[in-house]
């Protein structure tokens, strides 16, 4: 039928018999998120049928819990039923078959009478005396109904059968997981012109697709990987509308749970469907950063001797630029901080923010170190070349020259990384500068470099099995 049809029914705009009371509501970055709804329900002695309705279009019927907080002994659940066949206009016009309708046209005209037939092209309504009436679909300006007819629902309802021993009001709690509600961090950091500090704001994006609206909610996150036995529901929308809340102190209270760590709001919040709200959760200033350049020009392990980029076996490669810190007390941080993505800025000369690059980071306790990985620099240039190759029964030997050139106005250090294809039995016999063995497989060397001059590192590696 077409999108221009308007169906008035009185019920469409009727409240829900119990409204939420209270809500608590902990998200996991894993899209899901744990409902909490606390309702009071008017029971009677006996059996009751109650519809609960206003619950999330994405629920996991199966992980429902009902429980009486009045009289948890009296109040039991003997059946559950999750009904989700929403209404729309053909399957309301599918139950008004030989039922009487009024279809108001757009010129203003009216007919009454019962509902004949009707599909994309015409509706059929046949009168009191017998005769029929043909509208057009395009045509329609309005029909009314007088109920929805039974079996179908204008949003997912929760329906229970409940035994209760204790007649009246009694304050009850539904919980249940939903797909659907999801939430990430994400973290702004300005440099000094120096290079050497930087200055870190975190917020917390929650972002609701799971079909409802949680008012005024008790709001909770759960950072951390969290087993599931089955993948959550997932869909894709798009974002209606976003909300983004005053920047200022941090909102969140930190704390461990289990093996992860929750964030939990100090005020309610209300998270509408279709909604992606921002909430400060962190700000922290003058961090000691330490910019790197490191140069790690072989791509993988193993037989890389065949990936130069020339006969001459020469491998070119860019210098990345990271920033490295210490999420520590000391540095004016010292807080778990949940996984998403770092925007770095910098002032230029004018006083104007600039980006200079970003990097995602994982879940990261206190006391950890982080690298943040901004890009490559434009006036160092680093190149690889094997100069030497030599073998005999049960040995090999390689040589290697990498040259670091600096075309920057300052001196710098360069971290020069370098793999070996061995695991074990493998010795450096000849070297231009000391280095440190980061694993069986990897050393490093820190090359200083001048400005506007170029330092070459050698060394010879030997290998035996």
């Known amino acids: 039928m077409p999108k221009t049809i308007l169906f008035l029914l009185c019920a469409f705009f009727c409240l829900s018999l119990y409204a939420q009371e209270n809500i608590e509501l902990t998200v996991y970055n894993q899209n899901f998120a744990l409902v909490k ?262 791509d993988y392990f193993g037989w890389y001797w065949y990936n130069y980029d020339n006969e001459q076996g020469t491998k070119e490669q860019k210098v990345k630029v990271k920033l490295e810190f210490k999420n520590s007390k000391q540095n004016n941080l010292g807080i778990p901080l949940p996984k998403g993505k770092v925007k770095v800025y910098k002032k230029d000369n004018d006083g104007s923010l600039q980006f200079v690059g970003e990097d995602n980071i994982d879940h990261t306790p206190k006391d950890e170190t982080l690298r943040l990985y901004l890009g490559d620099a434009f006036d160092v240039v680093g190149e690889r070349k094997r100069t030497n190759y030599r073998t005999g029964e049960r040995w090999a030997e390689e040589s290697f020259e990498i040259t670091l050139r600096n075309h920057k106005d300052s001196d710098i250090e360069v971290n020069v990384v370098e793999h070996m294809w061995r695991y074990a039995n493998w010795k450096i016999i000849n070297k231009s500068h000391e280095f440190t063995k980061k694993n069986a497989q990897t050393i490093e060397f820190k090359v200083p470099v001048q400005k506007n001059q170029e330092t070459k590192v050698n060394y010879t590696v030997r290998y035996w099995w």
Not at 148 to 177: C, D
Request: with cysteine.
């Open 37 to 298: 709804d606390q309702r009071y329900l008017e029971l009677k002695k006996g059996i009751n049928t109650i519809d609960f309705k206003d619950v999330a279009a994405l629920i996991e019927p199966t992980s429902v819990h009902f429980t009486s907080l009045t009289a948890p002994q009296s109040c039991s659940i003997l059946e559950q039923n999750y009904e989700y066949d929403l209404m729309n206009s053909d399957k309301l016009l599918s139950k008004f078959i030989d039922k009487d309708i009024k279809v108001t046209t757009k010129d203003a005209k009216t007919y009454e009478g019962i509902l004949s037939s009707y599909d994309n092209n015409n509706i059929i309504i046949s009168s009191a005396n017998g005769l029929s009436m043909i509208v057009r679909p395009d045509n329609i300006n309005q029909i009314t109904f007088d109920k929805i007819p039974e079996g179908l629902i204008t949003k997912p309802t929760l329906v229970w059968v409940l035994e209760n021993a204790k007649e009246g009001r009694q304050l009850t709690e539904v919980s249940y997981l939903t797909g659907g509600v999801n939430w990430n961090c994400e973290y702004v950091a300005v440099l000094d012109k120096n290079d050497s500090n930087i200055s870190l704001d975190g917020w917390v994006s929650v972002d609701n697709k799971s079909g409802v609206t949680y008012k005024d909610a008790k709001l909770k996150l759960i950072a951390g990987d969290v087993k599931r036995a089955k993948e959550p529901v997932n869909q894709a929308f798009v974002y209606d509308r976003m909300e983004l809340t005053k920047a200022g102190a941090p909102q969140f209270q930190e704390k461990a749970f289990f093996e992860y760590h929750m964030y939990t709001l100090q005020r309610k919040a209300t998270l509408k469907n279709n909604q992606v709200k921002q909430i400060a959760l962190l700000s922290a200033v003058n961090i000691p950063v330490k910019k790197l350049f490191i140069y790690d020009p072989v």
